[in-house]
């Protein structure tokens, strides 16, 4: 298999080159950085419910849809890109997405391990280290090719990203915030440091070449390949991709890793609108804020009853919540314990 | 009936992408059998096709996703979608919930005579669905 080291790219190429091999019949590795930032959305995203797309004007950053599953994140050169475009007959090709995913993300776990980050897979496409995310990855099939894509990350800008989502109010906003740096680590973090760039693609290819066998190295983009990603480009960078109709959803989710998210659902109950922003852990409530227009005496437990849900799963959240509204008294006309279950989980 | 413990309505015709299709005279309702919902995982979103769109059987013709990853889905039969399930945009667990009811995704006049199908009962079936447990470790 060709292996592809591309180096810095410009941001657009970091994405339209993978998309065009597969469409020439072609398999490879790449590794690469993109020249400058952008936000890039999962293939069934929304963006204009996902991407605040007017900051992203003002500020310059691009917006991108890839044909890869997952959510909206920001992408920098601080982030090395694997790209693996494998044919769906090739021996190397385990049966079925998680073992897909097992197998292939031994390579980035390997480079984090030889760096002494304490990497291991977590189903079904992430890696974790110390708890803490420290490579996002998604995958696709394009024609008769399987593709994943993901990355080592050497230092990631939060607060940026958490700008350049589309969020309900400020408050989720900051739960966000909190929930990434709490979730998601980096190189530096873990390290203290970031080792040489140069050192960093050398053990990348080194540990994709235990998984994939022998590479064989090129450094440029040729013509076939360079024409094939223009001709995508007059696509994949115009609006009409980018706005491509994406579900409508009820509330916000963002994912953080697997097993935490950040929601807000609303609810208008007949004594008023209930919103929560809720942080789901492993399907537990890890932390939870109501608010809204209802009525709820004594205002001061509403506090106190978003205390008592840590720990509790949805479907649990009923019966917490008729207990606590015996065990103190509450009233809340037009709101039941009911209403409030309906924006959790 | 029943494949181990995947169900495969005996109505129905099945080919080896874990779709399903039931054909009522001109006109067929396809959709992903039980088998190829376990398979995917629970699907998070699901493209509905647009009417009117041209199938031919064996190509890609809608996407679903499931863990990060986007699949297509290839059609079972070649014709004309005529009906799509925009429930399924909607709410795509529905096609892991109820793979051979609700879960449906399309309804197709069909332009040609479908080939290589197999019914539930054939040994084949049972033979195919045997390998690729064994392959997926289903």
Redesign the interface.
């Known amino acids: 298999m060709k292996l592809y080291r591309l180096g810095t790219v410009s941001w657009q190429d970091s994405q339209l080159l993978y998309h065009a091999l597969p469409r020439l019949g072609r398999e490879g590795l790449n590794l690469l950085s993109p020249g400058s930032p952008y936000v890039c959305i999962?293939?069934?995203q929304d963006a204009e419910q996902e991407v605040d797309l007017d900051l992203c004007r003002q500020q310059g950053i691009p917006v991108f849809r890839r044909?890869?599953?997952?959510g909206a994140v920001y992408l920098d050169g601080e982030q090395l890109f694997y790209q693996l475009i494998i044919h769906r007959d090739n021996p190397l090709l385990p049966?079925?997405?998680?073992?897909f995913?097992r197998h292939f993300l031994q390579a980035p776990i390997n480079a984090y391990r030889a760096l002494g980050i304490p990497a291991e897979y977590r189903p079904?496409?992430d890696i974790i280290a110390n708890g803490r995310k420290i490579s996002g990855?998604?995958?696709?099939?394009i024609g008769d090719y399987y593709i994943l894509v993901g990355n080592l990350i050497v230092d990631f800008d939060y607060e940026r990203m958490v700008r350049v989502l589309r969020v309900p109010d400020e408050k989720f906003r900051d739960k966000v915030y909190k929930t990434l740096q709490d979730n998601l680590s980096t190189i530096r973090r873990e390290l203290g440091f970031a080792p040489p760039r140069e050192e960093l693609w050398d053990l990348l290819a080194a540990k994709f070449a235990e998984v994939l066998g022998p590479l064989e190295v090129e450094t440029t983009v040729d013509a076939a390949w360079r024409a094939q990603a223009d001709t995508l480009a007059a696509t994949m960078l115009t609006d009409e991709w980018l706005h491509r109709r994406g579900?409508?959803r009820e509330g916000r989710a963002v994912t953080i890793r697997a097993g935490v998210q950040v929601l807000q659902k609303m609810y208008k109950a007949p004594g008023g609108l209930i919103r929560a922003t809720v942080e789901m852990q492993e399907g537990v409530i890890a932390a939870v804020s109501f608010s809204g227009d209802f009525f709820f005496y004594p205002a001061h437990r509403l506090a106190d009853l978003e205390a008592a849900l840590v720990g509790v799963r949805p479907e649990e959240a009923e019966e917490v919540i008729t207990r606590f509204y015996a065990g103190h008294g509450i009233q809340s006309p037009g709101v039941t314990p009911a209403d409030f279950v309906r924006v959790l989980g | 009936m029943k494949i181990d413990k995947y169900e495969f309505p005996d109505d129905l015709l099945y080919d080896r992408e874990h779709n399903w299709v039931r054909i009522e005279g001109n006109m067929a309702t396809i959709g992903m059998t039980d088998f190829g919902q376990k398979?995917?995982?629970e699907i998070?979103?699901a493209?509905v096709p647009r009417v009117g769109r041209e199938l031919k059987q064996g190509e890609p013709f809608m996407?679903l996703?499931?863990?990060?990853?986007?699949?297509?889905i290839k059609a079972i039969v070649s014709g004309k979608i005529v009906e799509a399930n925009e429930e399924i945009?909607?709410e795509a667990t529905v096609i892991n919930n109820d793979p051979y009811g609700a879960g449906w995704f399309a309804r197709v006049e069909l332009t040609a005579e479908p080939t290589g199908l197999m019914k539930a009962s054939d040994p084949e079936f049972a033979e195919f669905i045997a390998a690729e447990r064994a392959?997926?470790?289903k």
């Open positions: 999962g293939y069934f044909e890869v599953g997952g049966a079925g997405w998680e073992a995913y079904v496409n990855n998604g995958a696709a099939e579900r409508p | 398979l995917a995982g998070v979103y493209e996407s996703e499931s863990g990060k990853w986007v699949g297509r945009e909607w392959r997926y470790g």
